[in-house]
């Protein structure tokens, strides 16, 4: 069936350092993508999205980049920090109705 | 960016008991409003979506007499888990979609733990 997915389910990286996450998605249709943050028994918080008519979008220390040939997505972190630690998980929106559909998501240790 | 607000942020209860979860969209109206159910390290898992004045629509296996969802304004929807069992203690969390953007933003998630 089709889906959302992550390729690696944990992520550790050194304090300084830049994070990349990847979510692979394989509905064509999709043409919105989220990136959300969701820390221990809290809600997932909204990072940054991206349409489909964009390959590249940035915010505060986040890039989010869209290849639609091969139906992926990452998440850039610059100079990551100790509060980035958390699960990241991406969604899509499919052109064809409201209803998101999300990834496993994957856990974003920092080592001090 | 918007705020959705899900109230409380934990209870507990006794099994057979009903509990009430409201979601509320703060600043912006959601044209549509989801309910999840999120078990520990896993993905979330869709319940129902809402509509603002019509019936929840329901995610195959959900029980819609077990979990029943109100929608009473374009920044109101309540969940109400009907006689609660230990196997209903979960993490649920909410989302609001704004009407102008489509954007979907969370409530903070209520963690239910039935005794």
């Known amino acids: 069936g089709e889906s959302v997915g992550l390729h690696l389910p944990t992520l550790s990286v050194q304090e300084g350092d830049n994070s990349i996450i990847n979510c692979a998605y394989s509905?064509?249709?999709?043409?919105?993508f989220i990136w959300y943050k969701q820390e221990s028994g809290k809600g997932p918080q909204f990072i940054i999205d991206?349409?489909?008519?964009?390959d590249k979008r940035q915010g505060q220390r986040v890039t989010v980049l869209l290849n639609k040939t091969v139906k992926h997505l990452s998440l850039q972190i610059a100079a990551t920090q100790p509060g980035d630690s958390a699960v990241y998980f991406c969604?899509?929106?499919?052109?064809?109705?409201?209803?998101?559909?999300f990834g496993t998501g994957t856990s974003l240790t920092v080592i001090p | 960016g918007a705020v959705v607000s899900q109230h409380p942020s934990r209870v507990i209860c006794k099994s057979g008991t009903s509990v009430k979860i409201e979601c509320r969209s703060l600043?912006?109206?959601?044209?549509?409003m989801f309910w999840y159910r999120q078990f520990p390290k896993k993905s979330l898992m869709l319940m129902a979506t809402?509509?603002?004045?019509?019936?929840?629509?329901?995610e195959q296996g959900v029980e819609k007499d077990k979990f029943l969802i109100n929608h009473a304004s374009l920044t109101l929807s309540t969940l109400t888990v009907t006689s609660a069992h230990p196997e209903d203690s979960s993490f649920y969390i909410c989302?609001?979609?704004?009407?102008?953007?489509?954007?979907?933003?969370f409530g903070s998630g209520t963690q239910l733990s039935v005794l």
């Open positions: 969604a899509e929106l499919r052109n064809t109705g409201n209803q998101f559909y």
């Open positions: 509905n064509s249709a999709s043409d919105y």
């Open positions: 600043d912006f109206q959601a044209t549509t």
């Open positions: 989302s609001a979609q704004t009407a102008l953007d489509g954007k979907l933003f």
């Open positions: 809402s509509n603002e004045g019509s019936k929840a629509t329901y």
């Open positions: 991206i349409r489909s008519n964009m």
